[in-house]
């Protein structure tokens, strides 16, 4: 069990029968009445957010979220499979489990899997990775400022805005958080 007064950003919780990792927490103390805590709530299940308060003395069972390193290994019709790096095991999941993040799975890619009571919960991709631009429009030759963008499908098939100068068949860094270019290598 863990108090709100031990809540830090990261820490994964059962609450309503639900697994949810704190994302921000404020501990709030007003002049009247009894302290509590605001916090941001990220669902593991989904990715929601949403913002819930508590009183300073309830308790909740805290959730163990292991880590694990995934192997991106190929595709089957909706399936992907995965290979965990330590024990060698394969993991299949559903493709519509990464949602537009599937655009950007190349194979031998290493992904970090969350998982909770050995079920996968959650996917992360690598912050950047280095791909070739597939198509994009010719660049503009002594445009090198940064100043316009234009679209580009890369490799592994996701849309991104590229600058002017930036042309096909060139390797560039995207970062897949924010789905944006990086710099070209």
């Known amino acids: 069990m863990i108090s709100t007064s031990e809540f830090k950003s990261g820490i994964a919780l059962i609450i309503d029968n639900q697994l949810w990792q704190i994302v921000d927490y404020t501990h709030v103390k007003p002049g009247k009445g009894g302290a509590f805590v605001r916090t941001k709530l990220r669902r593991m299940k989904d990715g929601s957010i949403v913002e819930k308060t508590f009183r300073g003395n309830e308790k909740f069972q805290d959730a163990f979220i292991d880590k694990k390193t995934l192997e991106y290994l190929y595709r089957t019709d909706d399936e992907l499979h995965m ?29 970090e899997g969350l998982f909770y009571e050995d079920e996968l919960i959650s996917i992360q991709l690598p912050m950047f990775i280095d791909v070739e631009v597939a198509e994009t429009e010719p660049g503009v030759k002594g445009d090198s400022s940064k100043s316009g963008m234009k679209p580009a499908v890369i490799e592994t098939g996701a849309n991104v805005q590229v600058p002017l100068f930036v042309d096909k068949g060139e390797r560039i860094r995207v970062d897949t958080r924010t789905r944006s270019y990086v710099s070209r290598l």
């Open 83 to 111: 290979m965990d790096i330590s024990s060698y095991e394969e993991v299949q999941i559903p493709a519509s489990a990464l949602g537009d993040d599937m655009g950007f799975l190349k194979e031998n890619m290493e992904l």
